[in-house]
């Protein structure tokens, strides 16, 4: 089955810097990878997705960057604010009917003013 | 506005009581997912429905644990009985069923078993 993983668990920032969170996943089938936000006491919110066919997507002063070849991908988060601060999760899953979506442990991210 | 609407928000419960969570997935979507969130676990996959059958429960402990789809609109999480290594947030989320498509979480339901 599939296994993602996600670095740094932690990651604290100064307002106005980039922060960076990285994924990896297992199953070369996996071809959705969508980016969960999720604010304290929340629910996770998606805030970005990306499909295998792209290499790069970006909204804004979010970024995501998928690597097919080596298996991973990741968010950039370009002019840090005080509410990008939350937990974010990455997911992987396979298109076809019948896979559900694995979520990454999960990065607390802190913007200091 | 189109939301997944779980109940009750909060539950606090005595262990060995039954615990029933609710689900109302969003108009017209056809997949339905119940995940656990613990701080340490993060958010693990108990069950998962595609036109309302289970497709996969395996992450679901089938002991004191059970998901159903009674109709549609509806889904719904028991455990019984509840025992305190129960406590977490527990999130409904549905989906279109298409592929490559996002998956819509609802509020979560705030389990404490005590």
């Known amino acids: 089955g599939e296994n993602v993983e996600q670095h740094p668990s932690t990651l604290s920032v100064q307002e106005g810097d980039s922060a960076v969170i990285k994924c990896t996943y297992s199953?070369?089938?996996?071809?959705?990878f969508p980016w969960y936000k999720q604010e304290l006491g929340k629910r996770p919110q998606l805030i970005i997705d990306i499909r295998s066919n792209v290499g790069e997507k970006k909204d804004q002063r979010i970024a995501v960057t998928l690597n097919k070849t080596a298996k991973h991908f990741s968010l950039h988060i370009t002019e840090t604010q005080p509410e990008d601060s939350a937990v974010y999760f990455c997911a992987a899953r396979r298109s076809n009917y019948g896979q559900n979506f694995v979520f990454g442990p999960g990065t607390r991210l802190s913007v200091l003013p | 506005d189109a939301r997944v609407t779980q109940t009750p928000r909060h539950k606090v419960t005595e262990m060995g009581q039954e615990v029933t969570m609710r689900c109302q997935p969003i108009l017209g979507h056809n997949t339905v997912f119940w995940y656990r969130q613990t701080m340490m676990q993060g958010l693990e996959l108990l069950a998962y429905?595609?036109?309302?059958?289970?497709?996969?429960d395996s992450g679901m402990p089938k002991d004191r644990f059970s998901a159903e789809m009674p109709d549609a609109t509806l889904a719904t999480l028991k455990i019984q009985p509840s025992e305190p290594r129960d406590s977490a947030v527990y999130f409904c989320?549905?989906?279109?069923?298409?592929?490559?498509?996002?998956?819509?979480f609802g509020q979560g339901t705030r389990l404490t078993v005590v």
């Open positions: 429905f595609r036109n309302r059958a289970p497709l996969d």
């Open positions: 199953d070369s089938a996996s071809n959705y």
């Open positions: 989320a549905s989906g279109p069923g298409q592929p490559n498509t996002e998956a819509f």
